[in-house]
Structure formats: structure tokens, C-alpha cells
């Protein structure tokens, strides 16, 4: 659920089709290779919500901005089955898909899918852009429009 909350979150403060979220996913590998450190992984919790908990879940960090590629919705579907393999070595991490509510992906269309946790080759491919806008500034902001936040308000609509 918090993947696809900040997926929702990213693609509406830089204006996405889409996104493609990476998630976290234990394994063991030697050196730092055992965590997905470009996607997302923490929860939240029901407590007054400060920048630290906001920051646990978010692919960017404090400072890192949105980052955003152009995809054929083929591609985007492909890449959403296979995952993310940050280390090229088979180990991947799944993606969450997360457009609008209803949205149907065409094979042909190019869109603009928002990416966290993408291989040097995904980049190229799309044409890697940096949105400029801090992943906090954008979340800070979409969480202010909710009271409450729960399971419900995970969607796109």
C-alpha cells in the first residue's frame, strides 16, 4: 500500500501517466546488495505523521527529487511482470504499477511513468528525466489534503 501511495503521490505533483514503484524485497548478497535502497520499503503508522516517518517510505529520501521515464505501455507492462533488477543478477524487485483508477494501458502509447528503481538500460530507454521536485516536497503536500489517512485513500481517481 505505501508503494502505491507514493506512486499516486509522485505522478500527480509532476503531472505522470504512471508510475513504476519499486519494492523492497530481502535477499541475501554480499555487500550492501541485500535491500532495494531505490524503491520502496517501511509502513506507516497510526501516530502523528512527522517528516521521518514520511521520509521511511519514501525512494527519495530527504533530497532526492522525482524522477520520471517515456514508455510504450508495453513496455511499462513488461517491466512491471519482470521487476526491477538493480544488480544485474536475477535478483529482482517487484514493481507496483500504479495509474489511475480504471486507467487502460496501451501497448502502442507512449506515457510518462514516474520510476523508482530503474537499470541503467531502463534509463536510456526512456530517456531518464529529472522532474526537479523533492520526493518530500511532494508528499508533504499530498499528505496535507487528507485528515485521516487509511487503506481507502490508496487509489487514484
Known amino acids: 500500500d505505501c508503494a502505491k501511495?507514493?506512486?499516486?503521490?509522485?505522478?500527480?505533483?509532476?503531472?505522470?501517466?504512471?508510475a513504476l514503484i519499486s519494492r523492497n524485497k530481502w535477499y541475501k548478497?554480499?555487500?550492501?546488495?541485500?535491500?532495494n535502497l531505490d524503491g520502496v520499503s517501511g509502513a506507516?503508522?497510526?501516530?502523528?505523521m512527522t517528516e521521518q516517518e514520511v521520509?521511511?517510505?519514501?525512494?527519495?529520501?530527504?533530497?532526492?527529487?522525482?524522477?520520471?521515464?517515456?514508455?510504450?505501455?508495453k513496455r511499462v507492462k513488461e517491466l512491471a511482470e519482470t521487476g526491477y533488477d538493480?544488480?544485474?543478477?536475477?535478483?529482482?524487485?517487484?514493481?507496483?504499477?500504479?495509474a489511475p483508477d480504471g486507467f487502460s494501458i496501451d501497448d502502442d502509447t507512449v506515457y510518462t511513468v514516474v520510476i523508482a528503481g530503474a537499470t541503467r538500460a531502463v534509463q536510456?530507454?526512456?530517456k531518464l528525466t529529472d522532474t526537479?521536485?523533492?520526493?518530500?516536497d511532494a508528499a508533504k503536500e499530498f499528505f496535507a489534503s487528507f485528515e485521516t489517512l487509511s487503506k481507502k485513500d490508496v487509489h487514484w481517481d
Do not use: H
Open 29 to 35: 548478497l554480499p555487500g550492501d546488495g541485500d535491500l
Open 55 to 73: 521520509v521511511s517510505i519514501l525512494p527519495t529520501g530527504w533530497r532526492q527529487t522525482i524522477k520520471t521515464v517515456a514508455l510504450t505501455g
Open 5 to 18: 501511495l507514493v506512486g499516486v503521490c509522485f505522478s500527480k505533483a509532476v503531472g505522470a501517466d504512471m
Open 44 to 48: 506507516l503508522y497510526p501516530l502523528p
Open 86 to 98: 538493480r544488480n544485474g543478477d536475477g535478483n529482482t524487485f517487484p514493481y507496483e504499477l500504479v
Open 124 to 126: 536510456e530507454e526512456g
Open 132 to 136: 526537479g521536485v523533492v520526493g518530500l
